[in-house]
């Protein structure tokens, strides 16, 4: 494809990144389960892909301790192995994996520039973007003060922590569930506080759940403050029954909260369609509202949110933005657009038949 234009967004010197050509055929941006898969399709599709990984490496699965449902694992594996092992079969292909955090992207213009907090800027002809999504805080005093004094959003991280120490979960989804079983290797007691009488999570964890002798659950009780002892780490958290309405207070010496995540969409607003929550709105092939632009994962996905429906969308986004590139190639670019709602007609036109 015969692309001229000025890749420097000041108009001055070109960007230098070596070994990559001017002009990326395709960026994915974010490196969970959803940006190596796209990875690894691109690259066999002989896109070259580079996928920028993003501060959180790995994306959440890497903070998991086991996974049991993903297809081909069935004595489970390690969130971290997981990842180590799809950015292996990416790379292995050719998709070149940098360390590196996408600080923005100027979507009006095309091909896109990427810029990096390394200090790069990339020109790019189609995009990937699957940077997840990040832990709901539950926004109560005491929480900001006492993060890593013993409250903590990752039990894999954290739960060694807490070794024949007693620990609250915030929560009644699977992320509770799971978290608070994997708690009870460590923990003497693990109370979840559920601000209902029913558990939102699937059946086979709360059978689990209900069975282990180490889980009790504290029902129609939402958290309102978390207290600090005189050692400054977490000594107990107040409460309020969410019938009764009655105040209380639970001892503990840390607090587990997993209420639920928030897409990591700062890079993408006032640029790209979202909805109400803040996932990028995708049609079903992946498209976000700008052409040549593909989402998969969480930053997307409101609804099923596995390891294994990451990976789905991750393939989907590869495989339609190699089709969109050879349909550009065939076509020929359609030429620059200035704002990223009124794409060109051409370029329409090649996204309604890809
Ligand atoms: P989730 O399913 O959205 O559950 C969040 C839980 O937090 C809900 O029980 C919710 O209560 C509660 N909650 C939300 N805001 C709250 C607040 N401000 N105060 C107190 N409680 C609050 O989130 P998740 O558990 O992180 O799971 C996210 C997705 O990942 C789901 O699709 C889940 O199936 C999936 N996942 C799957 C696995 C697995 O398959 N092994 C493991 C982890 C996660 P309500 O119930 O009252 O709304």
Known sequence: MDLQFNVSASGSEEPVNEGRPDVENVIIIGSGPAGLTAGLYAA?????????????YGGQVSLTYEIENYPGFPEGISGPELVEKMKEQAEKFGT??????VTELVLDQHPFLVRTASGKEYATKSLILCTGARPRYLEVPGEKELTGRGVSYCATCD???FRDQEVIVVGGGDSALEEGLFLTK????????????????SKILQERAFA???IEFVWNTVVTAINPGEDGKVASVSTRNTVTGEEGELKTDGVFIFIGHIPNNDLFVGKLDMDEDGHLIVDRKMRTNVPGVFAAGEIMDKVFKQVATSVGQGTSAAMQTERFLA???????????????EAPVELCRLMETA
Do not use: S, W
């Open 159 to 161: 739960g060694f922590f």
């Open 186 to 201: 460590f923990a003497k007691r693990v109370r979840i506080v559920h601000r209902r009488d029913k558990l939102r999570a």
């Open 212 to 214: 282990n002798p180490k």
């Open 327 to 341: 349909d550009m190639e065939a076509e020929g670019y359609p030429g620059v657009h200035v704002d990223p709602r």
């Open 96 to 101: 070149q994996v940098e360390y590196d955090h």
């Open 44 to 56: 066999r599709a002989t896109l070259n892909p580079l996928l920028l990984t993003g501060n959180d």
